[in-house]
């Protein structure tokens, strides 16, 4: 069963109110929480991140900055905020060599532009990618946008890419239904990312966060 990992996040934002949804959280059994590089500044999302670690969860940081520059600031930035994982990202080698194992590093597969993120290529050159990617020392598996892509099918693309990559693949951005979370599953990914569609409330077990966090844990 693929790890589910619940974003702070709405339309590639993290939300202002991410600490208070947060605090809703801590008994559901969540084991995995992110939020994107975009919205509250780096002191608030450390104070996110000291929250959710207090309760034993991990932390994601996502990466959907669009400039070269705004992206390796955050990177810079992860270390202090005290993320376990950065996902994302469009330039890997100066990632991992700023992150240095601090953290576990998964960058984005294949060509992603824009803001919301979205991904482009064919599906062969996106497993290729993802297969140079993780042998790269620094980077310990891939964020794939498979559900992000405009004209290939998701599941097969995910088949594709976890079959190539040396590492796991968090399949992430527009994941919104039980079904995609099966095929997803069944295609192999490690884990996904869930955040617009829960604040969005059209998954089971609404309309609180909370508890369609749950339904998504108890799947």
Same mark, same amino acid.
């Given at each position: 069963? !693929?790890?589910?990992?619940?974003?702070?996040?709405?339309?590639?934002?993290?939300?202002? $109110?991410? /600490?208070?949804?947060?605090?809703?959280?801590?008994?559901?059994?969540?084991? &995995?929480?992110?939020?994107?590089?975009?919205?509250?500044?780096?002191?608030?999302?450390?104070?996110?991140?000291?929250?959710?670690?207090?309760?034993?969860?991990?932390?994601?940081?996502?990466?959907? !900055?669009? %400039?070269?520059?705004?992206?390796?600031?955050?990177?810079?930035?992860?270390?202090?905020?005290?993320?376990? *994982?950065?996902?994302?990202?469009?330039?890997?080698?100066?990632?991992?060599?700023?992150?240095?194992?601090?953290?576990?590093?998964?960058?984005? @597969?294949?060509?992603?532009?824009? $803001? /919301? %993120? +979205?991904? %482009?290529?064919?599906?062969?050159?996106?497993?290729?990618? =993802? =297969?140079?990617?993780?042998?790269?020392?620094? +980077? &310990?598996?891939?964020?794939?946008?498979? &559900?992000?892509?405009? !004209?290939?099918?998701?599941?097969?693309?995910?088949?594709?890419?976890?079959?190539? =990559?040396?590492?796991?693949?968090?399949? @992430?951005? !527009? +994941?919104? %239904? /039980?079904?995609?979370?099966?095929?997803?599953?069944? =295609?192999?990914? *490690?884990?996904?990312?869930?955040?617009?569609?829960?604040?969005?409330?059209?998954?089971?077990?609404? /309309?609180?966060?909370?508890?369609?966090?749950?339904?998504?844990?108890?799947?």
């Amino acid at each position: 069963m !693929s790890e589910f990992i619940f974003m702070l996040t709405r339309d590639d934002v993290t939300v202002a $109110h991410a /600490p208070e949804v947060l605090a809703t959280l801590r008994d559901t059994g969540l084991r &995995y929480v992110g939020f994107k590089d975009i919205g509250p500044p780096p002191a608030v999302l450390g104070e996110i991140t000291a929250a959710a670690h207090d309760v034993g969860m991990e932390v994601m940081l996502e990466v959907v !900055s669009s %400039s070269r520059e705004d992206e390796l600031r955050s990177l810079r930035a992860a270390a202090a905020i005290g993320v376990d *994982w950065v996902l994302g990202g469009t330039h890997a080698r100066e990632g991992a060599a700023l992150l240095a194992g601090t953290v576990r590093y998964c960058p984005f @597969a294949g060509t992603v532009t824009g $803001h /919301p %993120s +979205v991904l %482009s290529g064919e599906i062969d050159d996106i497993a290729e990618r =993802a =297969a140079a990617l993780t042998v790269l020392d620094g +980077v &310990y598996g891939v964020d794939l946008l498979a &559900y992000r892509h405009q !004209s290939v099918d998701p599941v097969a693309l995910t088949r594709a890419v976890t079959a190539a =990559a040396h590492g796991p693949v968090i399949a @992430a951005g !527009s +994941v919104a %239904s /039980p079904g995609q979370i099966a095929a997803l599953a069944e =295609a192999g990914a *490690w884990g996904f990312t869930i955040g617009t569609a829960i604040f969005e409330g059209v998954l089971p077990g609404g /309309p609180s966060v909370a508890g369609q966090v749950e339904a998504v844990l108890r799947r």
